[in-house]
């Protein structure tokens, strides 16, 4: 018994620290606008084929920053840009949250690219978009300084993991979900 409660603490703890985190630390349009840039221009360097993918998108949602920590009861949050034809054209947060064995923590980039023109409206038509449950997102896994082969393309919505040595392998997005930041 006295482990459950512990265990009920350390979320309850967990999720309050997330939570007056996210309040605190809400990062600037500016800052967001910078981070995203450099996240875009990190893909490029750092993927073949990112140019081609990123011409054939319809739109394009970065989130320079997530992070993700955990004890036992994990979550992970960040704060991105929308940008259509190279235009910002609305910010988002993502955040989930997790039980099970994890320990640690861990920061990446994360792109949603939207390749189709109707997945991309009922997304900005959305009030909170949970991956896996409003729509499906293929993410795309790759080793460090491989390629994307575009003409193997073909889902409406995709999604590139990576961090400065390349794509990370086997991260799931399911659960994700991301809200438009009020401006």
């Known amino acids: 018994m006295r482990?459950?409660?512990?265990?009920?603490?350390?979320?309850?703890?967990?999720?309050?620290?997330m939570t007056f985190a996210g309040v605190a630390?809400?990062?600037?349009?500016?800052k967001i606008e910078r981070r995203t840039d450099e996240a875009l221009a990190e893909f490029r360097d750092t993927i073949g084929g990112a140019d081609a993918v990123l011409a054939k998108a319809v739109g394009?949602?970065?989130f320079p920053k997530v992070i993700k920590a955990g004890i036992g009861v994990g979550g992970e949050?960040?704060?991105?840009a929308l940008r259509v034809n190279g235009k910002t054209v609305a910010y988002y947060s993502t955040h989930s949250a997790s039980i099970g064995f994890q320990l640690g923590a861990q920061a990446r980039r994360?792109?949603?690219i939207?390749?189709?023109?109707e997945a991309l409206t009922k997304f900005r038509a959305s009030s909170g978009w949970e991956i896996g449950v409003d729509a499906s997102v293929t993410a795309i896994t790759l080793d460090a300084g491989g390629t994307i082969d575009t003409t193997q393309l073909n889902e409406p919505i995709v999604a590139f993991i990576f961090?400065?040595?390349g794509l990370m392998y086997n991260l799931s997005l399911e659960g994700s979900k991301i809200s438009r930041i009020k401006e």
């Open 25 to 30: 630390e809400a990062a600037s349009k500016a």
């Open 60 to 62: 394009v949602l970065v």
């Open 110 to 112: 994360q792109i949603i």
């Open 163 to 165: 961090d400065g040595k």
């Open 3 to 17: 482990f459950l409660s512990a265990t009920r603490t350390v979320f309850v703890v967990l999720a309050m620290a």
């Open 114 to 117: 939207f390749l189709d023109p």
């Open 77 to 80: 949050r960040g704060q991105g």
